[in-house]
């Protein structure tokens, strides 16, 4: 209560309305969405061989990856936080991320177990996250935002039309390796916590 006041008077008691469905951060999440075809569009102009379209590519992947680094923290920060942001947030990230992999897989620029394994851990984590929904919340890690950075960089590594070089490709293959590390790694730690969290709710219940 504020110093000075008087209870019961200037005092509301309601509980705070709930955000607005139309905020910035789901805005961001929606525009993320709508960059997926128009990044895959993008990509396979002249079969992903032009340097122009290339480029054009890897710039709409980074706005989308972009607006992912910022509609989360906008959301928890200006208490912008809704039940469609939570469920589309993680869709539009794992929509960005398979499209970009599948893209580069279709082009023969990144071999297609890679993305299976990615695309794989992504898909069972989220339906691990709805099978614990009702026990409670499985939060990112560090090593789950890690895994993610890298991802990206991995995938813009691979998108920029860089020269078919020694060092290039050591490059790409070296973060490449390591998002996949992180993926799997970061993976089975998902699926302990998710275990640990049920087994806990259920010894409780």
């Known amino acids: 209560r504020r110093r000075g006041s008087v209870p019961g008077v200037g005092v509301s008691s309601a509980p705070a309305s709930p955000p607005p469905l139309l905020n910035i951060a789901n805005?961001?999440?929606?525009?993320?969405?709508?960059?997926?075809?128009?990044?895959?569009?993008?990509?396979?102009?002249?079969?992903?061989?032009?340097?122009?379209?290339?480029?054009?590519?890897?710039?709409?992947?980074?706005?989308?990856?972009?607006?992912?680094r910022f509609d989360?923290?906008?959301?928890?920060?200006?208490?912008?936080?809704?039940?469609?942001?939570?469920?589309?947030?993680?869709?539009?990230?794992?929509?960005?991320?398979?499209?970009a992999l599948v893209g580069l897989s279709v082009l023969a620029q990144v071999p297609w177990w890679v993305t299976i394994v990615i695309m794989g851990r992504e898909l069972g984590i989220t339906v691990l996250r709805f099978w614990v929904l009702r026990h409670g919340l499985i939060p990112a890690s560090r090593g789950g935002k890690l895994k993610t950075l890298c991802q990206a960089v991995a995938i813009g590594l691979f998108l920029l039309p860089l020269p078919e070089?020694?060092?290039?490709?050591?490059?790409?293959?070296?973060?490449?390796?390591?998002?996949?590390?992180?993926?799997?790694?970061t993976?089975?730690?998902?699926?302990?916590r998710a275990v640990r969290l049920r087994s806990a709710a259920t010894a409780t219940g």
């Open 27 to 68: 805005v961001l999440t929606g525009v993320r969405l709508l960059l997926v075809p128009v990044f895959l569009v993008v990509l396979f102009v002249e079969d992903g061989t032009d340097t122009g379209w290339r480029l054009a590519a890897t710039g709409v992947f980074v706005l989308a990856a972009i607006t992912d």
């Open 165 to 185: 070089t020694v060092v290039v490709g050591v490059l790409r293959w070296a973060v490449l390796g390591l998002a996949l590390a992180l993926t799997v790694g």
């Open 187 to 192: 993976g089975v730690d998902y699926v302990l």
């Open 72 to 99: 989360g923290e906008l959301a928890r920060s200006r208490g912008l936080v809704t039940a469609f942001g939570t469920i589309a947030d993680p869709i539009a990230d794992k929509a960005l991320t398979g499209a």
